[in-house]
């Protein structure tokens, strides 16, 4: 994708700081349909999120069905965002999609359809990295939040710890290199027969219970995260357990895998503030809306002086209203527009 940057002169930058901004952002990667108007990167003029029910009876998002329900549904989706933002495809400035990281069947939908918009109504179409959304969804609830600052990223596809230098640019300090937490929550919610998604449900149970089991924590060397044999531990727990007729506490499992998952999420983005110099921390993904993490953290950043930000859990998981707030920074750099060549990539980099 093109970064059209260099050719834009300052009057034209100038111009486009100078007035509204308004982009129909489209998010499709996983078994959310969901659309927004967006004005100027941080005002949410509309967002409309259909999320797929279906998938709960499987354990997990099957990917043929997600795909199928999307292409029933965009369209409607779609309507419903400009209806409500009082808008049309023909009074926005840009179009704005997720083509990555994600389902790929999933993707392919969001991405086709946003095409045939900016070809159809002559507006710029802007591709935009699933994760970086996730950060944006900050600039949405905290309408002064500027970088530069840490930002601990946690999903079902990622764990990441970024330093985000601008709007655009960020640099990798660590990540997972396995299991993602939000991947390891859905795990052993499974083992434990709990249901899906899996996050929501061991947090609700773990306020129940206490962190009395000892399992390891999910960190490794520098600012890596490995979450591997935390979920195998928790698996060896409850198979011991059942083999010796044992009666397992789930609150207490839940307290001591939630524990053993994010206090070391915490630890690890603390220390990073301290040894970059930065006094701003931001939580995004879908695991920023887990009660524990946000109490956790609120408490470790009140005893360094860290100013602790996270989004309204509306945009904790997966919506199109973050993609529109990240797309409108490209938008003014004029980075990442894409053509009618832009395709879904199930993987790419943060």
Do not use: W
Not at 78 to 88: F, I
Not at 181 to 191: C, I, L, P, S, T
Not at 316 to 342: H, P, R
């Amino acid at each position: 994708m093109p970064n059209l940057l260099c050719g834009e002169t300052l009057k034209t930058m100038k111009d486009k700081l100078n007035k509204d901004i308004y982009i129909l952002a489209i998010e499709s990667s996983c078994d959310e349909t969901a659309a927004a108007v967006v004005k100027s990167g941080r005002d949410v003029l509309s967002s409309v999120i259909y999320s797929q029910t279906v998938h709960k009876k499987f354990g997990g998002v099957v990917p043929e069905i997600a795909s199928r329900n999307h292409t029933e549904k965009i369209n409607d989706i779609v309507d419903e965002a400009l209806r409500k933002a009082d808008k049309t495809f023909f009074n926005i400035d840009a179009v704005a999609v997720t083509y990555g990281a994600g389902l790929l069947g999933a993707l392919l939908v969001g991405v086709s359809y946003s095409k045939a918009v900016s070809l159809a109504a002559n507006l710029p179409l802007i591709a935009v990295n699933h994760i970086k959304g996730h950060i944006a969804a900050n600039y949405i609830t905290h309408k002064d939040l500027k970088p530069p600052f840490i930002c601990l990223v946690v999903s079902g596809g990622h764990t990441a710890l970024l330093e985000v230098k601008t709007f655009t640019e960020h640099k990798i300090l660590g990540m997972s290199v396995d299991d993602a937490a939000g991947e390891a929550f859905d795990k052993v919610a499974r083992v434990l027969n709990l249901g899906y998604p899996g996050g929501p449900l061991i947090d609700k149970y773990a306020k129940e219970g206490k962190p009395v089991i000892s399992f390891p924590k999910a960190g490794i060397k520098g600012f890596d995260f490995s979450y591997s044999g935390l979920k195998t531990a928790v698996l060896n727990y409850i198979n011991n357990a059942s083999q010796k007729n044992l009666q397992i506490n789930i609150n207490d499992v839940c307290a001591s895998f939630q524990s053993a998952a994010i206090d070391i999420l915490v630890q690890k983005s603390i220390k990073a503030c301290k040894q970059y110099g930065y006094g701003k921390l931001c939580l995004a993904g879908g695991v920023s809306a887990n009660s524990y993490l946000r109490q956790t953290a609120s408490n470790k950043c009140s005893e360094s002086g860290i100013e602790l930000y996270f989004p309204h859990l509306e945009y904790c998981t997966d919506n199109a209203a973050m993609i529109g707030a990240e797309a409108y920074y490209n938008y003014l750099e004029g980075k990442n527009i894409a053509d009618l060549s832009l395709n879904a990539k199930a993987h790419i980099k943060l």
